[in-house]
């Protein structure tokens, strides 16, 4: 259907429910939900996952479970800002009335809850992923013996697990000064698995990620190296955005389309970097956005930037 | 808001058996976990000192100014609070150099909160 066709549809339900397709992905079974004009995608998300029958994580209304809008031209588009009202956003260029639900891979630690990035991880990594020190040791519900650090275990959906710090006392050790920020959130992309180096040029610092992975096709080669500007004042809260790519680098046998279309080309280390526009939807949100959930936002424009 | 601590004889005859050794020539920091119970009447808040646990060898290291309870240890206390349905941990330990006064250290006062604001996480 077109936009326009859309458009008197909607207008035909004059301020009732719009009813839309709902799936849920990759290839589960759809079904229709109507939403009020006012509701949000928020909404839309919760009320698809009860039709299919599905529960969202950690709950409904903090979903890390995600929304995709489904274009049969073009590729999907994961819904990032899920605060937008469902008509405004029907009403945007490329949208359709397809929508579709994926459970993520939500692991839980104590009471936070994160998507863990890969099926199998360390729990050295699931602790940097928490953003939780050398002081933890990662446990079993209910169990007593520390999982150890570098053994990969498997990720189920849903799975519990519970991090308990060391108890330090001293009557006259030296008080620890916690780690800067931008030291701590390196060491935590170590601890994922991430090669990550701060490099100075020109005055700006960057942090370069070396190997992120892309799918081939379409990309012509299965890992880039990238490197995110860091801007003045990101230990006291300034956001990140974008990232420079490595060249060359060929998505479907071309340069893609979000990639060297803004700023000026960078030669660092021997190579030439571009810059590709790939933004955040909603505002960057303290504490939760780090470095570390900028490099996983990086990532997701290999696997999910429209050609 | 203050909470008393209330213990059996018993119970604290066993924390100055622990805690002696740190008060005698070349004694270390020690230290030793129990499990409380908690009882509100009223303004009056105290915990019940239920059961010590002392630690295991590998479950402490110590030294004159410095004592860690492994994360193990900690977990194993908190296991048994849990399983109780008790109200929580109670940490006890020594600082050798106190002589008539003791206080808590600056690294204590650093320290602990991060240990309880984990215990609540979990």
Redesign the interface.
Known sequence: MDSQVERQADRRESGHDIKLEVRRLPDGPDTTVGIERRDTLLDLLGRAATALDLELLPSIDEPLDTLHNLRPRERDELIQDLGQNVEDYLHAPHTTRDFGVRLERVLFVNKKARIAPEPSMTPRQILGLFGLDENFSLYRPDGNEPLPLDSEIPIERGMRLEAQRDGKYGGGAPVTAPLPKLQRELGELEALGHSARLIHHGGQRYVRIDGVPAPTPPWATSRHDILIALPNGYEQGAALDAFYLAQPSLYDGRKHRRVGNAGQPLTLEGQTWLLVSWHYKSAWRLPQDTLVTHVLHCRSFFTEAEA | MSVTLRTSDHAWQSVRAHASPSFRRGGV?R?ILGVFSENRIGNRHEALLVELFPPREDEVTSD?????????????V??EA?QRGLAGLV?I?T????NEAVDF????D???P??AA??W??
């Open positions: 920091e230290g004159e100014t410095h004592l860690e309870f492994a994360s193990r240890y900690i977990r194993r908190h296991l849990r940490a330990h600082h050798p150099f106190a250290s600056p690294y204590d650093a320290e602990e991060q240990l984990n215990l996480d979990i």
